[in-house]
T-cell receptor, first 109, second 113 residues
Framework: KNEVEQSPQNLTAQEGEFITINCSYSVGISALHWLQQHPGGGIVSLFMLSSGKKKHGRLIATINIQEKHSSLHITASHPRDSAVYICAVSGLGTDKLIFGTGTRLQVFP | DVKVTQSSRYLVKRTGEKVFLECVQDMDHENMFWYRQDPGLGLRLIYFSYDVKMKEKGDIPEGYSVSREKKERFSLILESASTNQTSMYLC????????????FGQGTRLTVV
């Protein structure tokens, strides 16, 4: 069993829909990261959080430390949000990342 | 604008060749990492470095080596490329302080034929 599990693996949506991607982990962490990877490969960090909730534009990330679960929400989705979203965790006392396998999101106009 | 730059976006090499993948960061970061990314497996850590001339094996170091002669540059070396090393390779760096953001390069898609 992977230490970081994401769901769903693939997600399609119509423009404007509210989207949720989930991440569960089984190890102790110091922080959880949400990353975005567009076709072509480059990865961009969206959020790093260790408690509560963060918001940036139409993106919201939440984490429940007790439940070992995080969600990434996209409000009013747009075709430019189409990408792979990757959840990763930093173990306790380290900044080495353990990655989920990613969620491929396609938003259609 | 902070940057992690990988020397090539695409590479095609022959089986048995020695391959160098270069990564440079301009943020004076202590930590640098090499990952490979394969469908269904996500990113897996090959090697990392916490300081100049220092390296540690990650989860899948077999068939690879690394070099960090200068703080800003971290090189991944495939001593004798094989077809099962065809993959996307990603370099990343972080400051060395806990709970800080990681910055990634644009990736190198390597094909070994």
């Amino acid at each position: 069993k992977n230490e970081v599990e994401q769901s769903p693996q693939n997600l399609t949506a119509q423009e404007g829909e509210f989207i949720t991607i989930n991440c569960s982990y089984s190890v102790g962490i110091s922080a959880l990261h949400w990353l975005q990877q567009h076709p072509g490969g480059g990865i961009v960090s969206l959020f790093m959080l260790s408690s509560g909730k963060k918001k940036h534009g139409r993106l919201i990330a939440t984490i429940n430390i007790q439940e070992k679960h995080s969600s990434l929400h996209i409000t009013a989705s747009h075709p430019r949000d189409s990408a792979v979203y990757i959840c990763a965790v930093s173990g306790l006392g380290t900044d080495k990342l353990i990655f989920g396998t990613g969620t491929r999101l396609q938003v259609f106009p | 604008d902070v940057k992690v730059t990988q020397s090539s976006r695409y590479l095609v090499k022959r089986t048995g060749e020695k391959v160098f993948l270069e990564c440079v960061q301009d943020m004076d970061h202590e930590n640098m990492f090499w990952y490979r990314q394969d469908p269904g497996l996500g990113l897996r850590l090959i090697y990392f470095s916490y300081d100049v001339k220092m390296k540690e094996k990650g989860d899948i170091p077999e068939g690879y080596s690394v070099s960090r002669e200068k703080k800003e540059r971290f090189s991944l070396i495939l001593e004798s490329a094989s077809t099962n090393q065809t993959s996307m390779y990603l370099c990343a760096s972080s400051s060395g302080h806990l709970n800080t953001e990681a910055f990634f390069g644009q990736g190198t898609r390597l094909t070994v034929v």
